[in-house]
């Protein structure tokens, strides 16, 4: 019985984990960065006094870790449920690849251009460039944390008919 709380347990908070970052980049893609790109480079000098205290890069690695983290755990407990072990493994590979290794290598290096060098080393027109090169990625950002968020509730839906025993249709429906 323990077990089965514990498999329940884990791929419930991942899913819930996965989907809370889902909706935190939803925020940051649809609300915040529209402000903050709106009048390049004045409106990245506000951005950086108005996140003097905190601000998305405060939020989002260690919400990134705990989400890699449980899904690490998520889909090694569940890895012996056929029917839930490639909807889980697809959302760590959408997790780490469209996510967390996107981020490094395309984000990364524009924060730096944008918001630590910003006017004192880049012209106007490379800084505006790199911040529609910024909002246009994060789009797909958020698109890869949604595949993530729905294939780790796919995953939770799977474990949870299995521990249970569940057959309910709806769970039915999504198995294909």
Known sequence: MRKQLTRLAVPTAYAWIAMVAFGGIAVETIIIYPNVFHDVPASLAGA???FEVTGPADFFPPMGALTVVAALATTALAWRIPGARWWLAGSLGSLVLGEFLFSAVYFW????IMFDEGAAVHST???RRTATEFENGHWVRLTMSGVTAVLAFI???RVYRHATGSAAGAVREVAA
């Open 48 to 50: 950086s006094d108005f």
């Open 109 to 112: 290096p524009r924060n730096e």
């Open 125 to 127: 027109e490379v800084l």
């Open 155 to 157: 995953g939770y839906l």
